[in-house]
């Protein structure tokens, strides 16, 4: 069964840092390209950071670039997203999102709620 988990989420302050891990299992992790979106209450769901099927090229939305890194481990099927110098607008639930590179298969997994308070 195809599964994308998230984990790492929680409460923190305004300034610290968190490291989200999402597990993939059931896929050929190495063919996806991965992504992290998030998702604030009363907004749309929006893309943070994204990393191709090999590690290379990732890109960042504007409002995290210098403070979040994307990085994968393809040995162990996971992908994560270091978050450092909070902010409470980086409150939301986080997602994980897998694309298959040669294909129209994707996936989401269930999100981690990310909370940035004092």
């Known amino acids: 069964q195809e599964q994308l988990v998230e984990s790492g989420g929680g409460l923190v302050q305004p300034g610290g840092s968190l490291r989200l891990s999402c597990a993939a299992s059931?896929?050929?992790?190495?063919?996806?390209?991965m992504s992290w979106y998030r998702q604030a209450p009363m907004k749309e769901r929006e893309l943070v950071a994204t990393?191709?099927?090999?590690?290379?090229?990732?890109n960042y939305a504007d409002s995290v670039k210098g403070r979040f890194t994307i990085s994968r481990d393809n040995a162990k099927n996971t992908v994560y997203l270091q978050m450092n110098a909070l902010k409470i607008e980086d409150t939301a639930v986080y997602y994980c999102?897998?694309?298959?590179?040669?294909?129209?298969?994707?996936?989401w997994g269930q999100g981690t709620q990310v909370t940035v308070s004092s």
């Open positions: 990393i191709t099927n090999t590690g290379s090229s990732p």
């Open positions: 059931g896929i050929t992790f190495r063919m996806y390209d």
């Open positions: 999102y897998g694309r298959f590179t040669a294909g129209t298969l994707n996936y």
